[in-house]
Nanobody, 131 residues
Framework: QGQLVESGGGLVQPGKSLTLSCSAS????????IGWFRQAPGKEREGVSC????????YYTDSVKGRFTISRDNTKNTIYLQMNNLKPGDSAVYYC????????????????????????WGQGTQVTVSS
């Protein structure tokens, strides 16, 4: 059974940085787009940043533009989310998700979530930004 495994979460002070990693292994199908989603208590899930595995197109939600950077290392089947200048509002469980639908659009995936029939999800990693 394939899986996505996130790591790198933790407790940091406002203004500091964290880098999240998501490693893919044993997937039965390649993913065409992959990204980071987050959910804070009492809030809806939000697409943070997504990247195409075809042409590298990226998408960022407005609240993280200029602070977060998504990247991929296909040799390691790993994507990263570099998070700088973290704010308390960034506190959430961060999930990695991929979509194996060949026609998936990166922006649509981040705004609406991966296609249910072709989605892979990780187990999540907690990020807490607090002084």
């Amino acid at each position: 059974q394939g899986q996505l495994v996130e790591s790198g979460g933790g407790l940091v002070q406002p203004g500091k940085s964290l880098t999240l990693s998501c490693s893919a292994s044993g997937l039965s199908r390649d993913y065409y787009a992959i990204g980071w989603f987050r959910q804070a208590p009492g809030k809806e899930r939000e697409g943070v940043s997504c990247i195409s595995n075809v042409d590298g197109e990226t998408y960022y939600t407005d609240s993280v533009k200029g602070r977060f950077t998504i990247s991929r290392d296909n040799t390691k089947n790993t994507i990263y989310l570099q998070m700088n200048n973290l704010k308390p509002g960034d506190s959430a469980v961060y999930y990695c998700a991929g979509d194996s639908w060949s026609l998936i659009d990166v922006q649509a995936m981040c705004r609406l979530g991966p296609t249910p029939q072709s989605a892979y999800w990780g187990q999540g990693t907690q990020v807490t930004v607090s002084s």
